[in-house]
């Protein structure tokens, strides 16, 4: 299967801490973006990376990429209370036009 | 901007009865998908269009359900008949037909129970 595996399946954490989500995948890639769900709730788009490069910032997020390892993690700096939701990594093949392909996503939850 | 809309937000349905959800995109987004999330699961793919063409229709199960985007713009998604397996939420998205790799656009999604 060319979906994206997230790891670890669920993660606790406490307000403040950091959190560091991984996502490893099988087949080469043309970019992987990192989707955040919250309970009940539709996909909000959080960070892109293209397959040539290996670290990108948005705000409190970081992502990078390995390629050889075919791995990506991302980090959610001074987690909050509402960063509690469900985490995606979707990957894009090419010649697969602009399909993603979701892996099963990590719940984080951050305690107050 | 307004996001993607999706109707109705929750259906609650006995099998072998049938089923219409629709979606409107994102203005200006030529490409909409619809995916299935079975619970604990990530969204699956199940219809790719690109204005009023099909792109993808590999993981759509034809013999029950069916999608139509006629004037390019918002679509509808059916099943007949349903089926208990089919209890999931269905997400509409919508991406900007310029470019790969593109950010798509999630509506709140339907929840629909087959009993």
């Known amino acids: 299967s060319q979906q994206g595996e997230e790891d670890p399946q669920a993660l606790s954490i406490q307000e403040g801490e950091n959190a560091t989500m991984n996502c490893s995948y099988k087949?080469?890639?043309?970019?992987l973006q990192w989707y955040r769900q919250n309970s009940g709730r539709g996909l909000v788009h959080l960070i892109l990376?293209?397959?040539?490069?290996r670290e990108k910032h948005s705000g409190r997020l970081r992502v990078t990429l390995d390629t050889s390892k075919k791995s990506s993690s991302l980090l959610i700096t001074a987690s909050r209370a509402a960063d509690t939701a469900s985490y995606f990594c979707?990957?894009?093949?090419?010649?697969?036009?602009?399909?993603?392909?979701f892996g099963k996503g990590i719940t984080l939850s951050v305690r107050p | 901007e307004a996001g993607v809309a999706q109707s109705p937000r929750y259906k609650i349905i006995e099998k072998r009865q049938s089923v219409a959800f629709w979606c409107n995109p994102i203005?200006?987004?030529?490409?909409l998908y619809w995916y299935q999330q079975i619970l604990g699961q990530g969204p699956k793919l199940l219809i790719q269009?690109?204005?009023?063409?099909?792109?993808?229709d590999s993981q759509l199960p034809k013999d029950r359900f069916s999608a139509e985007r006629l004037k390019g713009v918002d679509s509808t998604l059916k099943i007949q008949p349903a089926k208990l397996e089919d209890s999931a939420v269905y997400l509409c998205?919508?991406?900007?037909?310029?470019?790969?790799?593109?950010?798509?656009?999630f509506g709140p999604g339907t929840r629909l129970l087959v009993l």
């Open positions: 998205a919508s991406s900007l037909d310029v470019g790969i790799p593109r950010t798509q656009y």
């Open positions: 087949t080469s890639i043309n970019n």
């Open positions: 990376i293209r397959s040539n490069e």
């Open positions: 979707a990957t894009g093949y090419t010649g697969a036009n602009s399909k993603l392909t």
């Open positions: 203005s200006g987004h030529a490409t």
């Open positions: 269009f690109q204005n009023n063409g099909v792109v993808d």
